[in-house]
């Protein structure tokens, strides 16, 4: 039996193109790994995320182009800065108590990377914690508070090699990098590290069949954050642990899609089918709709 859960328009719009043909590529490629703009009178100064992993802030000067498209993109793109501590004490509490009613634990330990900034605070945005509601609400109950993803981090770095986020049993960990950048970011990353949690709690029949599956794919399935469709479909076909982080993402945001390969690549369509039935049966059936 299949049931309907309706995407929130900032999950659905993943599956569009992120920037319009033509964008400065220096623009573009910022944005992406939310870079910031100061600007110093007549120098505009860009800082940037050397690596997740240190959290490190490097910067440059760049032109005033350049630097006001990026000021400009990054006001509609990324979540906003400078919170207001009553609101994020509020809604972080709000998330808290929904998680433990599906028995995951949040904590919170976020500081600005950008203190130099204006309107910089240490409090994380409101919107960060009802849009991680709207996202987890999408889940079935069986993909939360098992025993491989019981605790929500929100804020900080790790040491790992991971650049923007990590699942560590049981923990699902978003980096600073992820919660003061795009929202795109933001979602698909969440989405991306739970499914990690569900490779845990697959069937070994289920991976196997994923692997094999995995194997024979040609066209892959991509969704535009981060630095893009081509590198997220390079990620998800090098190694079963991301193909099923990748697709579970996949799976929600943009799950229509696997059914209408076949009919650009008929050899690929089956496939596709068989993949997302494997995963319909953790999702208990549901699919989501725009
Ligand atoms: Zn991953």
Request: glycine letters at 8%; charged letters at 25%; a neutral charge.
């Amino acid at each position: 039996m299949t049931t309907f859960r309706k995407l929130p328009k900032e999950v659905s719009c993943l599956t569009r193109d992120w920037f319009p043909k033509g964008t400065d590529p220096l623009v573009e490629s910022n944005i992406r790994f939310g870079s910031r703009v100061v600007n110093f009178g007549v120098v505009h100064r860009l800082f940037f995320f050397r690596s997740g992993r240190a959290g490190t802030i490097q910067f440059f000067d760049i032109d005033k182009t350049p630097a006001l498209e990026i000021e400009r993109i990054s006001k509609m793109e990324y979540v906003p800065p400078g919170a207001c501590k009553e609101k994020s004490e509020q809604a972080m509490l709000f998330l808290r108590e929904f998680l433990e009613t599906k028995g995951v634990e949040l904590t919170v330990s976020y500081h600005n990377s950008f203190p130099f900034i204006s309107d910089a605070s240490n409090f994380l945005h409101h919107e960060i914690f009802y849009l991680a509601a709207d996202i987890i609400n999408l889940l079935p109950n069986s993909h939360l508070g098992h025993s491989h993803f019981i605790e929500l981090k929100l804020g900080g770095w790790s040491g790992s090699f991971a650049l923007c986020s990590e699942y560590n049993d049981p923990t699902v960990h978003i980096y600073n990098f992820a919660l003061e950048g795009p929202r795109r970011n933001f979602i698909a990353l969440l989405l991306h590290e739970i499914g990690h949690s569900i490779e845990r709690i697959m069937e070994p029949s289920d991976l196997e069949k994923l692997e094999e599956l995995r194997k024979k794919i040609q066209v892959g399935l991509g969704l535009d954050y981060l630095d893009g469709r081509s590198a997220r479909i390079a990620r998800m076909l090098s190694g079963l642990k991301e193909f099923v982080a990748e697709t579970y993402l996949v799976y929600v945001v943009a799950g229509r899609h696997m059914d209408n390969i076949g009919r650009i690549r008929p050899d690929q369509g089956d496939l596709w089918k068989e993949i997302k039935t494997i995963f319909k049966k953790y999702f208990e059936g549901i699919e989501y709709i725009k």
